[in-house]
Structure formats: structure tokens, C-alpha cells
């Protein structure tokens, strides 16, 4: 079943080929380039849900060993930013306007990142997108809130 939503279509037709889902992770990463620096590999996107996983790898650990809290919000907001552009109705625009995140544990593992939305959120004003990071053993190591504003496209 084709989406009328790009990015969706675009998740479709990768599945179709070997190793769909990372040409797919790295064609979105480089919307922003600095998403390439985790490496992300979205596993799962449908309207109002996406799943993503950062491999914990010398270049996004810190002094200690555990994936970098900037790695870590570099995932949410890839993860919140794939869902955003799944899930929006084309008479919208988004655009991020804060972001606020607790670490609840150390990321000592691969981390798999979820974002969510609700299926009636996408209006205009303010939404606030639910992120988050989950290390192997299941326990969440970060939580994070995304308000993005949302506003109607300029007519044209």
C-alpha cells in the first residue's frame, strides 16, 4: 500500500531492496548532516511513530565510556524529526522550537529511540513530541519533550 506522505513512500520503496531500512537511515540522516555522526538506523515509521537505534561505537561515547548525551539527543531529535515529517498533514509546517530532557541512566549499550505523537495532535500551535532512549536491558536512559510549533503553509 503506497503513502501519499514522501518520507512514508520513500520508507516503502526502500523495503523493497537489500538492506532497505540503512539506505533509508542514511538518505533522512543527511536531511541534517549532523545525524550522520550517530550513525541511526530506523527500524520501524509509520504516522505518529518512529524507532530508531544508535550502535554504541567509540565516536559517541565520552570520558566513561557510556554514549554522549548529545549523541543521545541527537537520536531524539532524528527520531522526533522522522515523525514530524511522517505524520504531518501537507496544508502544515513544523519547526522545532525547544527541547527539554532528563538522563535517567548511564547508556552503557546499544540505545533504540522511540518517538510518538497522538493521531489527532497535528494542528496548528505548539506540540510537544514524546522521545525516548532506551538502552539494551530495556531500561530508559533518557526522556525528552520536543515542543515543535506547527503553522499553516503560506498559500501560493
Known amino acids: 500500500m503506497a503513502s501519499s506522505n514522501y518520507?512514508?513512500?520513500?520508507?516503502?520503496k526502500c523495503?523493497?531492496?537489500?538492506?532497505g531500512k540503512r539506505v533509508f537511515s542514511a538518505m533522512f540522516a543527511r536531511k541534517a548532516p549532523y545525524?550522520?555522526?550517530?550513525?541511526?538506523?530506523?527500524s520501524e515509521l509509520q504516522p505518529n511513530f518512529c524507532r530508531l537505534h544508535i550502535k554504541k561505537r567509540k565516536a559517541v561515547q565520552n570520558h566513561i565510556g557510556t554514549v554522549h548525551a548529545i549523541a543521545l539527543c541527537n537520536g531524539l531529535e532524528m527520531a522526533m524529526g522522522a515523525v514530524a515529517e511522517a505524520s504531518i498533514?501537507?496544508?502544515?509546517r513544523w519547526i522545532p522550537k525547544g527541547m527539554q530532557v532528563n538522563?535517567?541512566?548511564?547508556?552503557?549499550?546499544d540505545i533504540r529511540i522511540e518517538a510518538h505523537t497522538a493521531e489527532d495532535a497535528w494542528q496548528a500551535g505548539d506540540l510537544d513530541v514524546d522521545v525516548i532512549g532506551y538502552r539494551a536491558d530495556g531500561q530508559a536512559v533518557i526522556r525528552?519533550?520536543?515542543t515543535i510549533?506547527?503553522?499553516e503553509k503560506p498559500a501560493r
Open 35 to 42: 545525524f550522520r555522526s550517530i550513525k541511526p538506523y530506523i
Open 15 to 19: 523495503q523493497k531492496f537489500p538492506a
Open 149 to 151: 510549533y506547527i503553522s
Open 103 to 109: 538522563y535517567t541512566a548511564k547508556a552503557n549499550s
Open 7 to 12: 518520507l512514508l513512500a520513500l520508507y516503502e
Open 144 to 146: 525528552g519533550t520536543i
Open 89 to 92: 498533514p501537507k496544508h502544515l
